[in-house]
């Protein structure tokens, strides 16, 4: 399976290469922007770290059989997520280039409340009928459905944050997570199993929201002074 997905790989190989070929490599814009670059390869390391942290520790703690009930539930809110994600990077580049974004961040707002009723209220009902094995993950997806408006405001922040090239507040963001979710999980996990492992999730997430909206609070008053 490794194997496979590491030749899965190979097809960007191609676009490189053409790439390369139509265009010179100008090794200044690297050294140029190298804190830039770093930073994004460490939050790139660090999200890797933070999507299979958790499934480690639940092994550790609860064995392998509610890991399935909350990989079934994570999947259920990430799939979710796909859509206000979508918006969200496709404000990159236009916020990038300096085009108003407005409108979409509250497209993303708006959208990511329908969408934490539907895994609250919908996705529960249907766990039984389809996945008759998993009812531990009805309540661990009930939880989970909170952390859908804060994920979606964490990927417009995000977008802002790279778009100015300010990485470094998206990469303590995400150290912010990581503190917050690894203990928290260890010690819920321990008293309230794949309760307290959604518990702590959700709270991680907001942990993160939080931390971006004070840099971007503050980003503001430095462009004040």
Same mark, same amino acid.
């Given at each position: 399976?490794i194997?496979?997905?590491?030749?899965s790989?190979?097809?960007?190989l191609a676009?490189v290469? !053409? &790439?390369?070929?139509?265009k010179?490599?100008n090794l200044?814009?690297?050294?140029k922007n190298l804190?830039f670059v770093?930073?994004n390869?460490?939050?790139?390391?660090?999200?890797?770290f933070?999507? *299979?942290?958790?499934?480690?520790?639940?092994v550790?703690i609860?064995g392998?059989t509610?890991?399935?009930n909350? %990989?079934?539930a #994570?999947q259920?809110?990430?799939m979710l997520?796909?859509?206000?994600?979508?918006?969200?990077?496709?404000? +990159?580049?236009? &916020?990038s280039?300096g &085009?108003?974004? *407005?409108?979409?961040r509250? #497209?993303v707002?708006?959208?990511?409340?329908p969408?934490?009723?539907v895994?609250?209220?919908l996705i529960? $009902?249907?766990i039984p009928?389809?996945? !008759?094995n998993?009812e531990f993950?009805?309540?661990?997806?009930?939880i989970l459905s909170f952390?859908?408006? %804060?994920?979606?405001l964490?990927?417009?922040? *995000? !977008?802002?944050?790279?778009?100015? $090239?300010?990485t470094?507040?998206?990469?303590?963001?995400?150290g912010?997570? +990581?503190m917050?979710?690894?203990p928290?999980?260890i010690?819920?996990?321990t008293y309230? $199993?794949?309760?307290?492992?959604s518990i702590?999730y959700?709270?991680s997430i907001y942990?993160q929201?939080? !931390?971006?909206v004070?840099?971007n609070k503050?980003?503001k008053?430095?462009?004040i002074?």
């Amino acid at each position: 399976i490794i194997f496979c997905f590491g030749i899965s790989y190979l097809g960007f190989l191609a676009i490189v290469v !053409t &790439q390369i070929k139509l265009k010179d490599i100008n090794l200044t814009l690297i050294k140029k922007n190298l804190d830039f670059v770093i930073s994004n390869y460490i939050t790139s390391l660090f999200s890797m770290f933070k999507d *299979n942290i958790d499934k480690i520790i639940i092994v550790l703690i609860l064995g392998y059989t509610l890991l399935g009930n909350y %990989a079934l539930a #994570l999947q259920a809110i990430l799939m979710l997520n796909i859509f206000t994600n979508m918006i969200a990077r496709y404000m +990159l580049p236009m &916020q990038s280039s300096g &085009q108003n974004i *407005n409108a979409y961040r509250k #497209l993303v707002l708006v959208l990511s409340i329908p969408l934490s009723l539907v895994a609250y209220f919908l996705i529960p $009902e249907l766990i039984p009928i389809y996945f !008759t094995n998993y009812e531990f993950a009805m309540d661990s997806i009930r939880i989970l459905s909170f952390s859908i408006p %804060a994920f979606a405001l964490v990927s417009v922040h *995000n !977008t802002k944050f790279i778009s100015i $090239e300010k990485t470094r507040f998206v990469l303590i963001a995400l150290g912010v997570l +990581l503190m917050i979710q690894v203990p928290g999980m260890i010690i819920l996990g321990t008293y309230y $199993e794949l309760i307290g492992i959604s518990i702590a999730y959700v709270a991680s997430i907001y942990a993160q929201l939080i !931390t971006l909206v004070i840099f971007n609070k503050r980003m503001k008053s430095w462009e004040i002074q």
